[in-house]
């Protein structure tokens, strides 16, 4: 008779459930990134190609790489070759595949020629989106040294629900990867604080070299591998600092690599801007005497505008540590390693008068870990049942909004509208003016618009662009297209009083030099919403006939303002848009 099975022995079992645990958890983690991931490659698209982003410089350093062995050497593309480090356009000019003979620009073949406008872009987006969703994985990594593995879910969770790091991660800007990256050297050093080891010292190497060659405010994950570095002299002594040399080479190793402008002497162009800046970090001027502490409100309307959320949960969350009690000397390490990286980032990005929402963009794990604590806090004394679904609950209020924005991706946005409009109102004999230079329409134009760019056109228009190498098809019905005067050149000097009025006197000399315009029709932008009327279009609206509007705005407000890449009110952008884009007027000219 066979003998019954031994029973497992109670430590082989715990060992079994332990193991099965981590698959669950870590399954968990990868469903959270890929999601995240997920949500930010759709749409990515989105006003593309006709009014891509600010400052992508990325990518348009990664086409003059591609078509180009040296650096330039004068005007606005030495500009923009200095704005941002190479790193990402390096690999974004490796990933950049030759552009395909296309057939003649006509009606028919009008989407093939978009399509490979935006290609350069679309790429651009979809590198900064794989980079900035890994925030998600090293997220939890970080809050599982804080608190326990569930809650260091819901840490990954509220990073990848993110309002500001989805709008961030669809654009080819380095702010996304770069808060990866500087998330990954804080969570490296908290490793070596708590067991240094050489594959954690390889790692921070590396990550430090990768934030620092992606944007110049990497260099501040120096700071909390110094924090660690120091915390663990006196227990490991002199060996503690053996990986600072290997951190010191590789950063050194990123400066040269992805600043190759460094040492060059500055450009005319940069004198020419106008701005007394003291210090200049690789084409980006900082004015010493503009530490006023205006970044704190703009950290402030970051969080209202786009997770409110987020700093309510991190309020309590904050509050919960420093009511607690009993803390070990290690836990306190390892909070010590992270605020060496948090506070000082913090002061100086609020300081900064001149600080944009996106420089605080490496703070949001850091608030998503004191988030995930806090709402762990607030479950603490509910049933099993509620405890389960809070996390769900609060989780659903950015998650909804992450889906709109996604929504507004994947609508025709007011370009496509009104361009529609335009190519039925319109016919080969009629001229369009723009006058705006993002008001360059997808449609087959007969571009008659200069190359030169000014300081304030250093963003590319891609449909412009492609247009200028391929012209349309002499029997494609082409629109003729003329940029029409500038602001500076329809507004005379003073043409505004200081209420925002405009004199009968100058609203008439606006409309005797429209009438010298060559064109019959003139397409007009508004990029602010509830902005007083500029003098060129109070006297369009005395001297032309308006045809048709295209409102971004559910109410269909013609007040102006874009729904677009940033902005104050996001929250508000979102609820009451209707679709991307800024307000187009078109105008029919006598």
Not at 284 to 313: M, S, T
Request: proline fraction near 8%.
């Amino acid at each position: 008779m066979p003998s019954a099975p031994e029973a497992s022995p109670p430590v082989a079992r715990d060992d079994a459930a332990a193991a099965a645990g981590r698959r669950r958890l870590w399954t968990a983690v990868t469903l959270l990134w890929l999601a995240a991931l997920g949500g930010r490659l759709l749409g990515l698209d989105y006003l593309l190609p006709h009014a891509p982003e600010p400052d992508a410089y990325v990518v348009q350093q990664a086409l003059w790489m591609q078509a180009h062995d040296g650096a330039p050497t004068e005007g606005v593309d030495a500009v923009v070759w200095r704005k941002y480090p190479h790193l990402l356009a390096r690999v974004l000019s490796v990933a950049l595949p030759e552009a395909a003979a296309l057939p003649p620009l006509e009606p028919s073949t009008l989407q093939q020629h978009l399509d490979q406008a935006a290609r350069p872009y679309v790429l651009g987006r979809a590198l900064s989106a794989l980079l900035a969703s890994l925030a998600v994985p090293l997220t939890f990594l970080l809050a599982r040294r804080f608190v326990r593995p569930r809650v260091a879910l819901i840490a990954a969770a509220l990073m990848g629900t993110s309002l500001l790091h989805l709008y961030l991660s669809q654009m080819a800007r380095p702010h996304g990867p770069v808060a990866t990256f500087t998330l990954a050297t804080t969570w490296l050093a908290v490793e070596w604080y708590r067991r240094p080891r050489a594959s954690v010292a390889v790692g921070a190497c590396v990550a430090a070299a990768l934030a620092v060659a992606t944007l110049h405010n990497g260099l501040a994950a120096l700071a909390p591998l110094g924090v660690a570095w120091v915390l663990t002299l006196r227990r490991d002594g002199p060996r503690a600092l053996l990986p600072a040399a290997g951190v010191l080479l590789a950063v050194g190793l990123a400066l040269w690599l992805a600043y190759p402008f460094l040492g060059e002497p500055p450009l005319e162009v940069d004198s020419a801007l106008g701005l007394d800046a003291e210090v200049v970090a690789a084409g980006h001027e900082v004015q010493l005497d503009r530490f006023g502490g205006g970044g704190f409100a703009v950290i402030g309307r970051a969080l209202v505008d786009y997770d409110p959320v987020l700093p309510l949960l991190a309020a309590i969350g904050l509050a919960a540590l420093v009511l607690r009690r009993g803390w070990t000397t290690e836990q306190l390490g390892r909070g010590v390693v992270v605020a060496g990286f948090g506070l000082p980032y913090l002061l100086a990005i609020g300081l900064y008068d001149f600080s944009f929402e996106r420089f605080a963009l490496p703070l949001w794990p850091l608030l998503a870990v004191l988030g995930a604590h806090g709402l762990a806090s607030l479950a603490q004394g509910i049933g099993p049942r509620a405890k389960f679904a809070l996390p769900f609950v609060v989780l659903a209020i950015p998650a909804l909004l992450c889906a709109r924005k996604l929504q507004l991706n994947l609508r025709p946005d007011t370009y496509e509208r009104i361009a529609a409009r335009v190519e039925r109102r319109l016919d080969s004999t009629d001229g369009l003016l723009l006058a705006h230079p993002q008001g360059f329409l997808p449609l087959p134009l007969l571009e008659r618009v200069t190359r030169e760019r000014s300081w304030s056109g250093l963003t590319v228009l891609p449909w412009r662009e492609h247009l200028l190498c391929y012209p349309p098809a002499t029997d494609a019905n082409p629109i003729l297209v003329r940029q029409a005067p500038s602001r500076s050149e329809l507004d005379a000097r003073g043409w505004r009083a200081r209420d925002g009025t405009v004199s009968p006197a100058m609203l008439q000399a606006l409309i005797d030099q429209l009438t010298g315009v060559e064109g019959e029709w003139i397409l007009t932008v508004d990029l602010r919403r509830g902005a007083r009327r500029g003098g060129q279009e109070q006297a369009l609206e005395r001297f032309a006939r308006l045809v048709t509007t295209e409102s971004p705005w559910r109410d269909g407000d013609d007040s102006g303002a874009e729904v677009g890449y940033q902005g104050e009110s996001a929250l508000m952008r979102l609820v009451q848009g209707e679709r991307l884009g800024p307000c187009l007027r078109l105008w029919d000219l006598p």
